[in-house]
């Protein structure tokens, strides 16, 4: 397997020093059986998580759960977002056994809801959707009745491939936002805040014969110098796209090489935000310091979650189905 090549991330500007986290952004160090497992099926798998690559404050919870979030098309990024963990640089080659090795490890798990995201593939000219689309073909062979989440990158503005992705028929489609239109150049200077609208409002205008579209689904992170004024031009933006479920969380600042948290946002905000959320017609909002994309993931479809993680099933390879 080819190797990636690295590179350091990008800032947008030079970085004060990191100010002290409050206590409410305290989370419990990842342990217990559970999670042992869940890691130990992902090595012997050669499997990534976003948990683990953006360093997620959950991932001790979400792990000992039984859910975890696969990140797919390698882990090195072609792009260098100023706030993400994730390495970026020059990936290696498209490893296109990738889904079948995911559907098995959802198979294993036992998930009834999956979610699966990726870094961004500027080096293909589909930027990684064709791996979207087999794997959601591998999971419904392999466990017809998980539900499954994408969480997609822009493709770069490829709408046909978009297009196909969405032909794939996820339950919940997911593009987050991020931020407020005034700070993109900053924060995701090789992305495009109309585009990533557009991204959503095809998403919830696809409407394939005889079946419903896919639930649509963006994040937003505060506390990177935006204003509640803009936060919520942002929301009303989403609405207009007819966004379904929203999701709001604190920006932690990965390393010292990326930008820095300009505020922590308390908890009583993060509540009136979910109220005005709420208020403006989305039908499910997080909200909260440590809520990531993928939390509670399972709980946005009714009637879906994980099976008990400790009853891991034995692997069945259906590479005939």
């Known amino acids: 397997m080819a190797h990636a090549q690295p590179d350091r991330p990008r800032t947008a500007k030079p970085h004060r020093a990191q100010m002290a986290k409050p206590s409410w952004l305290k989370a419990k160090m990842p342990a217990g059986e559970n999670y042992t497992r869940l890691r130990d099926l992902m090595r012997s798998s050669d499997l990534h998580t976003v948990c683990e690559e953006a360093h997620c404050p959950n991932l001790g ?120 239109p005034r700070l993109f150049p900053e924060v995701r200077h090789q992305g495009d805040f109309e585009r990533s609208l557009e991204i959503l409002r095809r998403a919830s205008d696809w409407s394939p014969p005889g079946s419903s579209g896919p639930v649509t689904k963006s994040g937003l992170m505060v506390g990177l110098g935006e204003t509640m004024d803009e936060l919520d031009a942002v929301l009303e933006r989403l609405r207009e796209v007819d966004c379904d479920v929203l999701t709001v969380g604190q920006y932690l600042r990965p390393s010292s090489k990326h930008r820095a948290v300009d ?27 440590l809520v990531r994309s993928s939390y509670h993931a399972e ?18 390879d259906n590479r005939q189905a």
């Open 61 to 180: 919870e979400c792990w000992d759960r039984g859910t975890a979030t696969f990140l797919i098309l390698g882990e090195v990024c072609t792009r260098a977002c100023s706030y993400c963990q994730i390495t970026s640089g020059r990936p290696a080659p498209i490893d296109v056994d990738e889904p079948r090795r995911v559907a098995q490890a959802v198979q294993r798990m036992r998930l009834r809801h999956a979610v699966i995201t990726s870094v961004n593939r500027d080096d293909v000219p589909d930027g990684g959707a064709s791996i979207f689309v087999e794997l959601v073909r591998w999971i419904r062979r392999l466990s017809p009745e998980t539900t499954i989440e994408l969480l997609i990158p822009d493709f770069d503005g490829n709408f046909s491939a978009l297009e196909s992705v969405l032909s794939s028929g996820p339950e919940i489609l997911n593009h987050n936002m991020e931020t407020v």
């Open 263 to 289: 505020r922590y946002v308390t908890p009583e905000e993060f509540a009136s935000i979910k109220e005005r959320a709420l208020g403006l017609g989305f039908r499910h909002v997080e909200s909260g310091p």
């Open 299 to 316: 709980s946005q479809i009714p009637g879906r979650g994980a099976i008990e993680p400790s009853l891991l099933v034995p692997l069945m």
